[in-house]
């Protein structure tokens, strides 16, 4: 299957920190990126989607000013997390999309941040 | 109201013991219906996409099946490694974006 890189897996740093996560699609062409929160126990929450070369969309709720996301390639994607507290630990897991919205969107691994 | 609901929330077998889970979805104009499969700590795995009803998708000790309402996936003869949280998700016509159910917590013992 197709393989999203995500890095890194894990992070702690401290609280105000900014903190940039990678998102990579190394055997295809992402149009669209999608970044997701998951706390433990719960389903994916789509954050944000990203296209190639325009602004994000932000989901209801979403702070676009706290969570900047960056699409400059078909094959990057980037999230920053802009001075982050300890409410903004959880797992971030990013995915990338084909061209053809039929195709399954494949996942990275996720990162772990976690802020003290 | 877009919804995805998956059940049971969590799902206890012995290895060997076939069963099934559920997830219902009320979604308009329904572009695909996909499942996931996600160890702890890791992001989600694709294992099958559902397009119309009907459809039937299988997968080793896996079969997805679509309905108009809901999907099943069928656990035939399941061993401890099948142990994850199964994740199914609903695509809208005319958007890439996935709405997710909760999940179910599935733990094969042997």
């Known amino acids: 299957g197709a393989v999203v890189s995500q890095h890194p897996s894990w992070v702690i740093c401290k609280s105000g920190t900014s903190v940039k996560i990678e998102c990579r699609s190394l055997d295809f062409q992402a149009t669209t990126m999608f970044w997701y929160r998951q706390f433990p126990k719960q389903s994916l929450m789509l954050m944000a989607t990203s296209n190639e070369g325009s602004k994000a969309t932000y989901e209801q709720g979403v702070e676009k000013d706290k969570f900047l996301i960056n699409h400059a390639s078909l094959t990057l994607s980037t999230l920053t997390v802009t001075s982050a507290h300890p409410e903004d630990s959880s797992f971030y897991i990013c995915?990338?999309?084909?061209?053809?919205?039929?195709?399954?969107?494949?996942f990275g691994d996720g990162t772990r941040l976690s802020i003290l | 109201e877009d919804q995805v609901t998956q059940s049971p929330e969590a799902l206890r077998l012995q290895e060997g013991e076939s069963s099934s889970l559920n997830c219902s979805y009320t979604?308009?104009?329904?572009?695909?219906l996909f499942w996931y499969r996600q160890d702890p700590g890791k992001g989600p795995e694709f294992l099958f996409t559902l397009y119309s009803a009907g459809e039937e998708k299988e997968k080793e000790r896996l079969k997805a099946t679509l309905t108009k309402k809901e999907s099943f996936l069928h656990i035939t003869a399941p061993k401890p490694e099948d142990s994850a949280t199964y994740l199914c998700?609903?695509?809208?016509?005319?958007?890439?974006?996935?709405?997710f159910g909760s999940g179910t917590r599935l733990l094969v013992r042997p």
């Open positions: 995915s990338a999309g084909h061209r053809q919205p039929n195709q399954p969107q494949h």
């Open positions: 998700a609903a695509r809208m016509d005319s958007s890439y974006k996935l709405i």
């Open positions: 979604v308009s104009g329904l572009r695909g």
